[in-house]
Nanobody
Framework: QVQLVESGGGLVQAGGSLRLSCAASGDDFSANAMAWYRQAPGKQRELVARITGGGSTTYADSVKGRFTISRDKAKNTVYLQMDSLQPEDTAVYYC?????????????WGQGTQVTVSS
Protein backbone atom coordinates (compact mmCIF):
# COMPACT_ATOMS: atom_id res chain seq x y z
CA GLN A 1 0.00 0.00 0.00
CA VAL A 2 1.41 3.35 -1.06
CA GLN A 3 1.65 6.00 1.63
CA LEU A 4 2.95 9.55 1.61
CA VAL A 5 3.57 10.91 5.09
CA GLU A 6 4.32 14.60 5.56
CA SER A 7 5.98 16.16 8.58
CA GLY A 8 7.57 19.42 9.61
CA GLY A 9 4.65 21.81 9.64
CA GLY A 10 3.95 24.17 12.49
CA LEU A 11 3.59 27.76 13.63
CA VAL A 12 6.26 30.27 12.70
CA GLN A 13 6.58 34.05 12.70
CA ALA A 14 6.77 35.98 9.47
CA GLY A 15 10.30 35.90 8.10
CA GLY A 16 10.97 32.50 9.62
CA SER A 17 11.69 29.12 8.06
CA LEU A 18 10.29 25.62 8.06
CA ARG A 19 11.34 22.41 6.34
CA LEU A 20 8.69 19.96 5.27
CA SER A 21 9.42 16.31 4.60
CA CYS A 22 7.39 13.72 2.69
CA ALA A 23 8.35 10.09 3.04
CA ALA A 24 6.95 7.69 0.47
CA SER A 25 6.49 4.00 1.22
CA GLY A 26 4.96 1.04 -0.53
CA ASP A 27 6.62 1.68 -3.88
CA ASP A 28 9.74 3.17 -5.42
CA PHE A 29 9.03 6.69 -6.68
CA SER A 30 12.65 7.63 -7.36
CA ALA A 31 11.95 7.94 -11.09
CA ASN A 32 8.71 9.86 -10.58
CA ALA A 33 8.03 13.52 -10.33
CA MET A 34 6.95 14.59 -6.85
CA ALA A 35 5.30 17.80 -5.84
CA TRP A 36 4.06 19.96 -3.00
CA TYR A 37 0.63 21.56 -3.14
CA ARG A 38 -1.07 23.80 -0.63
CA GLN A 39 -4.61 24.78 0.19
CA ALA A 40 -5.52 27.84 2.21
CA PRO A 41 -8.98 28.23 3.80
CA GLY A 42 -11.56 29.12 1.18
CA LYS A 43 -9.11 28.71 -1.68
CA GLN A 44 -8.37 26.04 -4.25
CA ARG A 45 -5.45 23.70 -3.88
CA GLU A 46 -2.46 25.07 -5.78
CA LEU A 47 0.87 23.70 -6.94
CA VAL A 48 3.76 25.09 -4.92
CA ALA A 49 6.78 23.21 -6.28
CA ARG A 50 7.59 20.15 -8.34
CA ILE A 51 10.69 18.06 -8.88
CA THR A 52 11.13 15.50 -11.65
CA GLY A 53 12.88 12.18 -11.43
CA GLY A 54 15.84 13.84 -13.12
CA GLY A 55 15.93 16.65 -10.58
CA SER A 56 14.42 19.49 -12.62
CA THR A 57 12.37 21.86 -10.50
CA THR A 58 9.51 24.28 -11.04
CA TYR A 59 7.93 26.71 -8.60
CA ALA A 60 4.85 28.83 -8.27
CA ASP A 61 5.67 32.49 -8.88
CA SER A 62 4.59 33.33 -5.34
CA VAL A 63 7.34 31.18 -3.77
CA LYS A 64 10.21 31.57 -6.23
CA GLY A 65 13.39 32.56 -4.48
CA ARG A 66 11.98 31.63 -1.06
CA PHE A 67 11.15 27.91 -1.29
CA THR A 68 13.40 25.06 -2.41
CA ILE A 69 12.25 21.56 -3.29
CA SER A 70 14.70 18.67 -3.14
CA ARG A 71 14.67 14.90 -2.84
CA ASP A 72 16.65 12.03 -1.45
CA LYS A 73 16.04 9.08 -3.73
CA ALA A 74 17.71 6.61 -1.41
CA LYS A 75 15.20 7.58 1.29
CA ASN A 76 12.26 7.92 -1.11
CA THR A 77 11.73 11.35 0.47
CA VAL A 78 11.04 14.82 -0.88
CA TYR A 79 11.62 18.05 1.04
CA LEU A 80 10.38 21.60 0.89
CA GLN A 81 12.62 24.21 2.49
CA MET A 82 10.55 27.32 3.11
CA ASP A 83 12.36 30.56 3.96
CA SER A 84 11.15 34.12 4.41
CA LEU A 85 7.70 32.82 5.23
CA GLN A 86 4.81 35.24 5.01
CA PRO A 87 1.27 35.09 6.43
CA GLU A 88 -0.06 34.37 2.95
CA ASP A 89 1.90 31.11 3.00
CA THR A 90 -0.45 29.84 5.71
CA ALA A 91 -2.11 26.67 4.38
CA VAL A 92 -2.25 22.92 4.60
CA TYR A 93 0.64 21.56 2.56
CA TYR A 94 0.22 18.27 0.70
CA CYS A 95 2.74 15.95 -0.90
CA UNK A 96 1.78 14.46 -4.25
CA UNK A 97 3.01 11.91 -6.74
CA UNK A 98 1.40 9.55 -9.20
CA UNK A 99 1.80 6.39 -11.25
CA UNK A 100 1.20 6.74 -14.98
CA UNK A 101 0.32 3.73 -17.09
CA UNK A 102 -1.34 3.14 -20.42
CA UNK A 103 -4.64 2.67 -18.62
CA UNK A 104 -4.48 5.93 -16.72
CA UNK A 105 -3.03 7.88 -13.82
CA UNK A 106 -3.15 6.82 -10.19
CA UNK A 107 -2.65 9.85 -7.90
CA UNK A 108 -1.23 9.63 -4.40
CA TRP A 109 -1.69 12.35 -1.78
CA GLY A 110 -0.35 12.71 1.71
CA GLN A 111 -2.60 13.61 4.62
CA GLY A 112 -1.34 17.18 4.74
CA THR A 113 0.59 19.20 7.27
CA GLN A 114 -0.50 22.59 8.60
CA VAL A 115 1.77 25.59 8.17
CA THR A 116 0.73 28.75 10.00
CA VAL A 117 2.67 31.98 9.63
CA SER A 118 1.89 34.73 12.11
CA SER A 119 2.44 38.40 11.35
Amino acid sequence: QVQLVESGGGLVQAGGSLRLSCAASGDDFSANAMAWYRQAPGKQRELVARITGGGSTTYADSVKGRFTISRDKAKNTVYLQMDSLQPEDTAVYYCYTDRRAVWGITPYWGQGTQVTVSS
